[in-house]
Nanobody
């Protein structure tokens, strides 16, 4: 059974940093981070292939960094220079099959974590 468990969310001030982690069981699938703010659709933030290829949505480029350590079965998201608009529930997800470039789509991902809240105040 594939399981993903996020950790590391919290409440910070604008300009601060946070580190999220996603522990996963199973093969080293392509993975991604999504976020969902109240009243908004789930949005793909960043994705990473099993070999380390990455993609970032424009709004987080130069601020967020996705990485993974397959030996520890863990994926990470480093969030720097946080903005109020980054406030959301953040989810990690994994998909079977090949890595897809471009904005990750929720429907392409089969396995999901329970989410971790990131709140940024001004």
């Amino acid at each position: 059974q594939k399981r993903l468990v996020e950790s590391g969310g919290g409440s910070v001030q604008a300009g601060d940093s946070l580190s999220l982690a996603c522990a996963f069981s199973g093969p080293s699938y392509p993975m991604a981070w999504f976020r969902q703010a109240p009243g908004k659709e789930r949005e793909g933030v960043a994705s990473i292939s099993s070999g380390g290829r990455t993609y970032y949505t424009d709004s987080v480029k130069e601020r967020f960094s996705i990485s993974r350590d397959n030996t520890k079965n863990t994926m990470y998201l480093q969030l720097n220079s946080l903005k109020v608009e980054d406030t959301a529930m953040y989810y990690c997800a994994a998909r079977e099959g090949v890595y897809r470039t471009g904005s990750p789509r929720p429907t392409d991902y089969k396995y999901w974590g329970q989410g971790t809240q990131v709140t940024v105040s001004s």
